[in-house]
């Protein structure tokens, strides 16, 4: 079993930054892969980014550029820079960890982006 806990949500003006932290613990030998994903109010989870165990990246068009995914698989631990916030990132973000065919999930911390 793997627990996940994010961390460095809150409130920001619109052209700000956070970084967000998730420390995984339990099984992290488990991980195959770990990312990050949100969710807006009405809308579906979706993917912002992903780093696999070899460290290859990968970010959702509306983040690329402007988002930067961090971290270390083998020790549980991944990070999103977010810069130039804009107010539709807003959402709560989750941290999740992949093991082979399941995904385990932070609680979530929410990011507001106000104009």
């Known amino acids: 079993q793997v627990q996940l806990v994010e961390s460095g949500g809150g409130l920001v003006q619109a052209g700000g930054s956070l970084r967000l932290s998730c420390a995984a613990s339990?099984?992290?030998?488990?991980?195959?892969?770990m990312g990050w994903y949100r969710q807006a109010p009405g809308k579906q989870r979706e993917v912002v980014a992903t780093?696999?165990?070899?460290?290859?990246?990968n970010y959702a068009d509306s983040v690329k550029g402007r988002f930067t995914i961090s971290g270390d698989n083998a020790k549980g631990t991944t990070y999103l820079q977010m810069s130039t916030l804009k107010p539709e990132d807003t959402a709560v973000y989750y941290c999740?960890?992949?093991?082979?065919?399941?995904?385990?999930w932070g609680q979530g911390t929410q990011v507001t982006v106000a104009s």
């Open positions: 999740g960890a992949l093991l082979m065919r399941t995904v385990h």
């Open positions: 339990g099984s992290i030998s488990s991980i195959n892969a």
């Open positions: 780093i696999t165990n070899g460290g290859t990246t």
